[in-house]
């Protein structure tokens, strides 16, 4: 068992920046890959930007240069900068990990911060 907690959402102008948070507890030892989705109003949820256990990282293409996903060594926190906000940017944001252990595959969610980029 995982528990992701994420918090830094707010509203923002477009061209603007935000910096989201991710606090995971349980059985870290397990996490494999970490990361962030995100889904609008009426929308499919969709992979934002992901990290690997060795560091690897993966982006969307919609956002590559412009947001920056990183973590603590121990692997309790994870970042996303996000710079050069976009009124398309605007969703709900889901922390999320997937783990290997004593019980299998399995992937955990937080809660989800609302982004909101509008003038």
């Known amino acids: 068992q995982v528990q992701l907690v994420e918090s830094g959402g707010d509203l923002v102008q477009p061209g603007g920046s935000l910096r989201l948070s991710c606090a995971a507890s349980?059985?870290?030892?397990?996490?494999?890959?970490m990361g962030w989705y995100r889904q609008a109003p009426g929308k499919e949820r969709e992979r934002v930007a992901t990290i690997t256990r060795t560091g690897g990282l993966n982006y969307v293409d919609s956002v590559k240069g412009r947001f920056t996903i990183s973590r603590n060594d121990a692997k309790t926190m994870v970042y996303m900068q996000m710079n050069s906000l976009k009124a398309e940017d605007t969703a709900v944001y889901y922390c999320?990990?997937?783990?290997?252990?004593?019980?299998?595959?399995?992937?955990?969610w937080g809660q989800g911060t609302q982004v909101t980029v509008s003038s």
């Open positions: 349980g059985r870290i030892s397990d996490i494999n890959v």
């Open positions: 999320y990990c997937n783990t290997w252990g004593p019980t299998g595959a399995n992937d955990y």
